[in-house]
Protein backbone atom coordinates (compact mmCIF):
# COMPACT_ATOMS: atom_id res chain seq x y z
CA UNK A 1 0.00 0.00 0.00
CA UNK A 2 1.53 3.42 -1.04
CA UNK A 3 0.75 6.82 0.54
CA UNK A 4 -2.13 8.54 -0.88
CA UNK A 5 -0.65 11.94 -1.16
CA UNK A 6 -3.46 14.04 -2.06
CA UNK A 7 -5.20 12.21 1.08
CA UNK A 8 -2.84 12.97 3.56
CA UNK A 9 -2.40 16.56 2.29
CA UNK A 10 -5.81 17.39 2.75
CA UNK A 11 -5.65 16.08 6.33
CA UNK A 12 -2.22 18.62 6.84
CA UNK A 13 -3.90 21.97 7.52
CA UNK A 14 -0.25 23.83 7.78
CA UNK A 15 0.40 22.28 4.16
CA UNK A 16 -1.81 25.47 2.72
CA UNK A 17 0.51 28.02 4.77
CA UNK A 18 4.34 26.59 3.99
CA UNK A 19 6.57 24.56 2.66
CA UNK A 20 7.53 22.78 5.35
CA UNK A 21 10.77 20.91 5.58
CA UNK A 22 11.52 20.90 8.71
CA UNK A 23 10.31 17.46 9.98
CA UNK A 24 13.30 16.10 11.28
CA UNK A 25 12.49 19.48 13.65
CA UNK A 26 8.42 18.90 14.54
CA UNK A 27 6.26 18.31 11.74
CA UNK A 28 3.34 19.36 10.94
CA UNK A 29 0.53 17.63 12.63
CA UNK A 30 -2.54 16.12 11.08
CA UNK A 31 -5.63 17.55 12.23
CA UNK A 32 -6.93 15.05 13.47
CA UNK A 33 -4.53 15.14 16.27
CA UNK A 34 -4.50 18.85 17.15
CA UNK A 35 -8.47 18.40 17.12
CA UNK A 36 -7.94 15.48 19.76
CA UNK A 37 -5.65 17.92 21.90
CA UNK A 38 -7.52 21.13 21.66
CA UNK A 39 -10.56 18.95 22.43
CA UNK A 40 -8.99 17.46 25.41
CA UNK A 41 -7.65 20.80 26.73
CA UNK A 42 -11.59 21.95 25.84
CA UNK A 43 -13.18 18.86 28.28
CA UNK A 44 -10.60 20.44 30.60
CA UNK A 45 -11.99 23.35 30.26
CA UNK A 46 -15.43 22.71 30.77
CA UNK A 47 -15.78 20.11 33.11
CA UNK A 48 -12.22 20.22 34.90
CA UNK A 49 -8.72 18.47 34.31
CA UNK A 50 -8.88 15.46 36.76
CA UNK A 51 -12.53 14.85 35.65
CA UNK A 52 -11.64 14.95 31.79
CA UNK A 53 -8.52 12.34 32.28
CA UNK A 54 -11.06 10.33 34.36
CA UNK A 55 -13.84 10.53 31.78
CA UNK A 56 -10.60 10.08 28.86
CA UNK A 57 -9.02 7.15 31.07
CA UNK A 58 -9.75 4.05 28.30
CA UNK A 59 -8.18 6.30 25.60
CA UNK A 60 -5.64 7.72 27.61
CA UNK A 61 -4.48 4.14 28.45
CA UNK A 62 -4.82 2.79 24.93
CA UNK A 63 -1.89 5.26 24.03
CA UNK A 64 0.72 2.80 25.38
CA UNK A 65 -1.03 -0.15 23.67
CA UNK A 66 -0.40 2.25 20.56
CA UNK A 67 2.80 3.13 21.33
CA UNK A 68 3.81 -0.72 21.90
CA UNK A 69 2.51 -2.13 18.71
CA UNK A 70 4.38 1.04 16.78
CA UNK A 71 7.68 -0.72 18.30
CA UNK A 72 6.97 -3.88 18.79
CA UNK A 73 6.76 -4.34 22.53
CA UNK A 74 4.31 -4.96 25.00
CA UNK A 75 2.47 -1.84 26.80
CA UNK A 76 3.71 -2.65 30.45
CA UNK A 77 7.30 -1.66 28.87
CA UNK A 78 6.47 1.35 27.87
CA UNK A 79 6.64 4.86 29.48
CA UNK A 80 5.16 8.29 28.69
CA UNK A 81 7.60 11.49 28.71
CA UNK A 82 7.41 14.77 27.79
CA UNK A 83 10.67 14.92 25.63
CA UNK A 84 13.18 12.49 24.03
CA UNK A 85 15.56 13.95 26.20
CA UNK A 86 14.39 12.62 29.30
CA UNK A 87 12.68 9.45 28.14
CA UNK A 88 16.29 8.35 26.95
CA UNK A 89 17.82 10.00 30.27
CA UNK A 90 15.03 8.33 32.64
CA UNK A 91 16.39 5.12 32.03
CA UNK A 92 19.91 5.94 31.20
CA UNK A 93 20.46 7.63 34.28
CA UNK A 94 18.86 4.65 36.34
CA UNK A 95 21.39 2.69 35.43
CA UNK A 96 23.98 0.86 38.20
CA UNK A 97 27.43 2.06 36.68
CA UNK A 98 30.02 0.67 38.33
CA UNK A 99 33.13 3.04 38.76
CA UNK A 100 36.09 2.24 36.25
CA UNK A 101 33.61 0.94 33.18
CA UNK A 102 33.11 2.04 29.90
CA UNK A 103 29.96 3.02 27.94
CA UNK A 104 30.20 2.94 24.30
CA UNK A 105 28.85 5.22 21.53
CA UNK A 106 29.06 6.55 18.24
CA UNK A 107 30.36 9.35 16.69
CA UNK A 108 26.93 10.44 15.45
CA UNK A 109 25.36 10.42 19.12
CA UNK A 110 23.29 13.03 20.12
CA UNK A 111 24.51 16.17 21.79
CA UNK A 112 22.25 16.51 24.67
CA UNK A 113 23.00 12.34 25.13
CA UNK A 114 27.03 12.88 24.69
CA UNK A 115 26.51 15.97 27.92
CA UNK A 116 24.49 13.84 30.17
CA UNK A 117 26.72 11.01 29.88
CA UNK A 118 29.88 13.69 30.20
CA UNK A 119 28.11 14.05 33.32
CA UNK A 120 27.94 10.13 34.69
CA UNK A 121 31.22 9.69 33.39
CA UNK A 122 32.13 12.55 35.85
CA UNK A 123 30.10 11.02 38.60
CA UNK A 124 30.73 7.22 38.46
CA UNK A 125 33.75 7.55 37.35
CA UNK A 126 33.31 5.94 33.98
CA UNK A 127 34.86 5.99 30.23
CA UNK A 128 33.19 7.18 27.41
CA UNK A 129 34.84 5.50 24.17
CA UNK A 130 33.78 6.55 20.86
CA UNK A 131 33.08 4.25 18.42
CA UNK A 132 35.06 4.63 14.89
CA UNK A 133 32.88 5.29 11.73
CA UNK A 134 32.83 2.90 8.99
CA UNK A 135 33.89 4.55 5.00
CA UNK A 136 30.20 4.87 4.65
CA UNK A 137 30.28 6.87 8.17
CA UNK A 138 28.09 4.01 9.71
CA UNK A 139 29.19 2.99 13.53
CA UNK A 140 31.78 0.43 12.67
CA UNK A 141 30.57 -3.13 13.84
CA UNK A 142 33.53 -4.83 13.48
CA UNK A 143 35.40 -1.96 16.10
CA UNK A 144 32.35 -2.28 18.69
CA UNK A 145 32.66 -6.09 18.45
CA UNK A 146 36.56 -5.67 19.37
CA UNK A 147 35.80 -3.46 21.87
CA UNK A 148 33.11 -5.81 23.31
CA UNK A 149 35.80 -8.39 23.66
CA UNK A 150 38.26 -6.28 25.68
CA UNK A 151 35.24 -6.49 27.60
CA UNK A 152 34.47 -3.81 30.56
CA UNK A 153 31.45 -2.72 28.99
CA UNK A 154 28.17 -1.45 30.76
CA UNK A 155 26.83 -0.06 28.00
CA UNK A 156 26.53 0.62 24.20
CA UNK A 157 24.35 4.15 23.37
CA UNK A 158 23.79 4.43 20.08
CA UNK A 159 22.07 7.25 18.02
CA UNK A 160 19.73 5.23 14.74
CA UNK A 161 19.21 8.14 12.91
CA UNK A 162 21.39 11.54 13.63
CA UNK A 163 20.31 14.83 14.25
CA UNK A 164 21.98 16.53 11.25
CA UNK A 165 22.73 12.91 8.25
CA UNK A 166 20.66 11.33 6.15
CA UNK A 167 22.48 8.02 7.33
CA UNK A 168 20.64 5.00 9.55
CA UNK A 169 22.75 3.51 11.70
CA UNK A 170 22.75 -0.47 11.74
CA UNK A 171 21.30 -0.24 15.12
CA UNK A 172 20.53 -4.63 14.52
CA UNK A 173 23.65 -5.19 13.98
CA UNK A 174 24.65 -3.56 17.22
CA UNK A 175 21.93 -4.92 19.05
CA UNK A 176 22.74 -8.54 17.80
CA UNK A 177 26.64 -7.86 19.04
CA UNK A 178 25.32 -6.61 22.63
CA UNK A 179 23.00 -9.00 23.22
CA UNK A 180 25.79 -11.58 22.51
CA UNK A 181 28.64 -9.82 24.90
CA UNK A 182 25.53 -9.42 27.59
CA UNK A 183 25.57 -5.54 26.85
CA UNK A 184 22.80 -3.26 27.89
CA UNK A 185 22.09 -1.57 24.58
CA UNK A 186 20.24 1.91 24.68
CA UNK A 187 19.05 3.64 21.15
CA UNK A 188 17.84 6.57 20.70
CA UNK A 189 15.44 6.68 18.10
CA UNK A 190 13.73 10.33 18.36
CA UNK A 191 14.97 10.74 14.32
CA UNK A 192 13.93 7.36 13.29
CA UNK A 193 10.57 6.62 14.84
CA UNK A 194 7.64 7.75 12.68
CA UNK A 195 9.79 7.35 9.45
CA UNK A 196 10.27 4.22 9.28
CA UNK A 197 9.13 0.78 10.72
CA UNK A 198 10.78 -0.14 14.09
CA UNK A 199 11.03 -3.09 15.79
CA UNK A 200 12.32 -3.29 19.42
CA UNK A 201 13.01 -7.55 18.70
CA UNK A 202 15.09 -7.27 16.06
CA UNK A 203 16.59 -4.13 17.09
CA UNK A 204 17.73 -6.12 19.83
CA UNK A 205 17.99 -3.31 22.01
CA UNK A 206 16.76 -2.85 25.64
CA UNK A 207 15.90 0.70 26.00
CA UNK A 208 15.13 2.93 23.44
CA UNK A 209 13.80 6.30 23.34
CA UNK A 210 11.46 8.40 21.04
CA UNK A 211 10.22 11.63 20.83
CA UNK A 212 6.38 13.23 19.64
CA UNK A 213 7.00 16.13 17.61
CA UNK A 214 9.39 14.88 14.75
CA UNK A 215 8.48 12.19 12.15
CA UNK A 216 6.01 10.97 14.06
CA UNK A 217 3.82 14.30 13.51
CA UNK A 218 2.52 14.32 17.72
CA UNK A 219 2.25 17.09 19.17
CA UNK A 220 5.47 19.27 21.28
CA UNK A 221 6.30 18.01 24.52
CA UNK A 222 5.23 14.21 24.13
CA UNK A 223 7.66 11.40 23.63
CA UNK A 224 7.90 7.77 25.36
CA UNK A 225 10.34 5.16 26.32
CA UNK A 226 10.92 1.41 25.73
CA UNK A 227 12.42 -0.59 28.29
CA UNK A 228 12.55 -4.62 28.19
CA UNK A 229 10.85 -5.96 30.68
CA UNK A 230 13.74 -8.29 31.54
CA UNK A 231 16.20 -5.38 32.31
CA UNK A 232 13.29 -3.04 34.12
CA UNK A 233 14.03 -4.39 37.89
CA UNK A 234 17.86 -3.35 37.56
CA UNK A 235 17.09 -0.02 36.36
CA UNK A 236 15.49 1.99 39.79
CA UNK A 237 14.63 5.48 38.81
CA UNK A 238 17.18 8.45 39.95
CA UNK A 239 13.77 10.32 40.64
CA UNK A 240 11.08 8.58 42.47
CA UNK A 241 7.03 10.16 43.28
CA UNK A 242 3.79 8.91 44.42
CA UNK A 243 2.84 7.80 40.72
CA UNK A 244 6.01 5.70 40.40
CA UNK A 245 6.78 3.98 43.95
CA UNK A 246 5.16 3.85 47.10
CA UNK A 247 6.26 3.68 50.60
CA UNK A 248 6.02 0.74 52.64
CA UNK A 249 5.65 -0.06 56.27
CA UNK A 250 9.10 -1.14 56.98
CA UNK A 251 10.52 2.25 55.99
CA UNK A 252 10.99 1.05 52.54
CA UNK A 253 9.51 1.80 48.86
CA UNK A 254 7.97 -0.35 46.21
CA UNK A 255 8.74 0.72 42.79
CA UNK A 256 5.77 0.27 40.21
CA UNK A 257 7.03 -3.30 37.90
CA UNK A 258 6.02 -1.90 34.75
CA UNK A 259 7.98 0.90 32.71
CA UNK A 260 5.75 3.95 34.34
CA UNK A 261 7.92 3.65 36.99
CA UNK A 262 10.22 6.29 34.91
CA UNK A 263 6.78 8.84 34.40
CA UNK A 264 6.35 11.89 36.66
CA UNK A 265 2.25 11.70 38.08
CA UNK A 266 1.89 14.93 36.63
CA UNK A 267 1.57 15.77 32.64
CA UNK A 268 -0.58 16.68 29.96
CA UNK A 269 -3.54 14.60 28.95
CA UNK A 270 -4.04 16.28 26.07
CA UNK A 271 -0.30 16.00 24.61
CA UNK A 272 -0.60 12.46 25.59
CA UNK A 273 -4.12 11.49 23.48
CA UNK A 274 -2.56 13.63 21.15
CA UNK A 275 0.24 11.16 21.29
CA UNK A 276 -1.35 8.00 20.83
CA UNK A 277 -3.32 9.64 17.57
CA UNK A 278 -0.53 10.74 16.23
CA UNK A 279 0.83 6.97 16.82
CA UNK A 280 -2.51 5.55 15.32
CA UNK A 281 -2.24 7.76 12.43
CA UNK A 282 1.44 6.59 11.42
CA UNK A 283 -0.30 2.68 12.18
CA UNK A 284 -3.03 2.97 9.40
CA UNK A 285 -0.78 4.47 6.56
CA UNK A 286 2.23 1.92 7.47
CA UNK A 287 5.47 2.60 8.41
CA UNK A 288 6.62 0.72 5.48
CA UNK A 289 4.79 2.79 3.02
CA UNK A 290 6.10 5.73 5.20
CA UNK A 291 10.15 4.86 4.90
CA UNK A 292 9.54 4.63 0.90
CA UNK A 293 7.84 7.55 0.30
CA UNK A 294 10.19 9.92 2.38
CA UNK A 295 13.68 7.78 1.45
CA UNK A 296 12.94 8.07 -2.12
CA UNK A 297 11.74 12.34 -2.06
CA UNK A 298 15.13 12.39 -0.09
CA UNK A 299 16.60 10.91 -2.62
CA UNK A 300 15.00 12.45 -5.50
CA UNK A 301 16.15 15.59 -3.36
CA UNK A 302 19.91 15.18 -2.77
CA UNK A 303 20.12 14.15 -6.47
CA UNK A 304 18.54 17.50 -7.56
CA UNK A 305 20.81 19.35 -5.12
CA UNK A 306 23.97 17.68 -6.23
CA UNK A 307 23.29 19.00 -9.93
CA UNK A 308 23.47 22.72 -8.65
CA UNK A 309 26.05 24.91 -8.94
CA UNK A 310 27.78 25.23 -5.40
CA UNK A 311 26.03 23.38 -3.05
CA UNK A 312 27.84 19.95 -1.38
CA UNK A 313 25.41 17.03 0.19
CA UNK A 314 27.21 15.78 3.04
CA UNK A 315 24.57 12.65 3.22
CA UNK A 316 26.15 9.24 4.25
CA UNK A 317 24.99 6.45 5.11
CA UNK A 318 23.66 3.15 2.83
CA UNK A 319 20.42 2.63 3.72
CA UNK A 320 19.05 6.32 4.38
CA UNK A 321 16.12 8.32 5.57
CA UNK A 322 14.21 11.57 5.24
CA UNK A 323 16.85 14.20 6.44
CA UNK A 324 18.79 15.91 3.91
CA UNK A 325 22.22 17.89 5.09
CA UNK A 326 23.89 20.55 2.56
CA UNK A 327 25.81 23.25 2.30
CA UNK A 328 26.54 26.02 -0.48
CA UNK A 329 29.83 27.59 -0.85
CA UNK A 330 30.21 30.96 -0.25
CA UNK A 331 26.90 30.80 1.82
CA UNK A 332 26.31 30.98 5.39
CA UNK A 333 23.76 27.87 5.93
CA UNK A 334 21.80 30.29 8.51
CA UNK A 335 21.52 33.19 5.84
CA UNK A 336 20.44 30.57 3.62
CA UNK A 337 17.54 29.45 5.92
CA UNK A 338 16.41 33.40 6.67
CA UNK A 339 16.11 33.79 3.05
CA UNK A 340 14.03 30.29 2.19
CA UNK A 341 12.04 31.30 5.19
CA UNK A 342 11.03 34.77 3.36
CA UNK A 343 9.48 32.44 0.72
CA UNK A 344 7.94 30.49 3.63
CA UNK A 345 9.69 27.37 2.95
CA UNK A 346 11.01 25.97 6.37
CA UNK A 347 14.60 24.74 6.73
CA UNK A 348 16.61 24.54 9.91
CA UNK A 349 20.56 24.54 10.35
CA UNK A 350 22.44 22.27 12.19
CA UNK A 351 26.39 21.75 12.89
CA UNK A 352 28.83 19.92 10.22
CA UNK A 353 28.05 16.22 11.10
CA UNK A 354 32.01 15.94 10.61
CA UNK A 355 32.80 19.11 12.75
CA UNK A 356 30.19 17.35 15.35
CA UNK A 357 31.13 13.80 15.26
CA UNK A 358 35.05 14.44 15.94
CA UNK A 359 35.08 16.93 18.85
CA UNK A 360 32.91 13.75 20.78
CA UNK A 361 36.34 12.48 22.68
CA UNK A 362 37.72 16.61 23.52
CA UNK A 363 34.69 17.93 23.77
CA UNK A 364 35.90 21.03 21.89
CA UNK A 365 33.89 22.11 18.91
CA UNK A 366 36.07 22.15 16.08
CA UNK A 367 34.85 25.64 13.99
CA UNK A 368 31.14 26.42 14.23
CA UNK A 369 30.50 25.02 10.55
CA UNK A 370 27.01 24.95 9.89
CA UNK A 371 25.02 23.00 7.80
CA UNK A 372 21.50 23.61 6.03
CA UNK A 373 19.23 20.51 7.19
CA UNK A 374 16.24 19.75 4.78
CA UNK A 375 14.01 17.05 6.16
CA UNK A 376 11.18 15.72 3.79
CA UNK A 377 7.89 13.48 4.98
CA UNK A 378 5.32 11.43 3.50
CA UNK A 379 3.11 14.41 2.59
CA UNK A 380 5.56 16.75 1.49
CA UNK A 381 5.49 16.62 -2.79
CA UNK A 382 8.08 16.64 -5.90
CA UNK A 383 6.82 20.44 -6.45
CA UNK A 384 8.16 21.47 -2.90
CA UNK A 385 11.04 19.59 -3.28
CA UNK A 386 11.62 21.56 -6.64
CA UNK A 387 10.79 24.71 -5.13
CA UNK A 388 14.01 24.38 -2.38
CA UNK A 389 15.96 23.14 -5.42
CA UNK A 390 14.61 26.10 -7.80
CA UNK A 391 15.32 28.77 -4.79
CA UNK A 392 18.78 27.45 -3.99
CA UNK A 393 20.01 27.58 -8.14
C1 LIG B 1 18.86 12.19 17.46
C2 LIG B 1 18.10 12.94 18.50
N1 LIG B 1 17.97 12.42 19.73
C3 LIG B 1 17.29 13.04 20.70
C4 LIG B 1 16.71 14.26 20.47
C5 LIG B 1 16.04 14.94 21.63
O1 LIG B 1 14.68 14.88 21.55
P1 LIG B 1 13.85 15.94 22.45
O2 LIG B 1 14.14 17.27 21.84
O3 LIG B 1 12.45 15.49 22.34
O4 LIG B 1 14.39 15.86 23.81
C6 LIG B 1 16.83 14.87 19.22
C7 LIG B 1 16.23 16.19 18.98
O5 LIG B 1 16.59 16.90 18.09
C8 LIG B 1 17.53 14.18 18.20
O6 LIG B 1 17.69 14.72 16.99
Same mark, same amino acid.
Given at each position: MSIDVEAVRRQTRGVLSVTHLNNAGSSLVPGSVMDTVVGHLRREEEIGGYEAAEEAAVRLDEVYSSVARLVGAAPDEIALAESGSRAWAAAVYSFPFVPGTRVLIGRTEYAGNVVALRQLALRNGLEIAVLDDDPDGLVDVQHLQRELERGNVAMVALTHVPMANGLVNPAAE?????????????????????????????????????? *? #??? &??????? =???????? @?? +? %????????????????????????????????????? *? #??? &??????? =???????? @?? +? %????????????????????????????????????? *??????????? =?EHRVNVSVAPSPFAWAYSIPTGTRQGEDMVVRASVHYYNTHTEVQRLVSFLR
Open positions: VGKRCRAAGVMFVLDACQSVGQMPLDVQSLGCDVLAGT *G #RKF &LRGPRGT =AFLYVRAS @VL +E %RLEPAMLDGHSAVPTGAGGLEVRGDARRFESWETSAA *G #RLG &LGRAVDY =ALALGLDA @VQ +E %RVAGLAEEMRAELAEVPGVIVHDRGIIRCGIVTFSVQ *GSDARNIRSRL =A
